[in-house]
């Protein structure tokens, strides 16, 4: 017999629901939200956010690289 395979809610955007959250290229603490320990964006499917939103997310992110704020890798290995 298969195992029944119970489906898990959805998560919902962030930005969605709270209208007063603002994206910003500059506030690197709550952009580090969405990096992964690597330095990788973290996609859609685990942050939770809408397409809308995530794409707004990607474009602040890469930003705050270019600008030196936030690091293009995880971590420097020595």
Known sequence: M???F???KRKTCR???NKTLVIDYK???FLKKF???RGK???RRISGNCAKHQRRVTIAIKRGRHLGLLPFTGEIYR
């Open 35 to 37: 990096i992964s320990d």
């Open 2 to 4: 298969l195992p029944d």
């Open 15 to 17: 930005f969605c629901e």
């Open 27 to 29: 506030d690197d603490r």
């Open 41 to 43: 964006i973290v996609p």
């Open 6 to 8: 119970e489906r898990k």
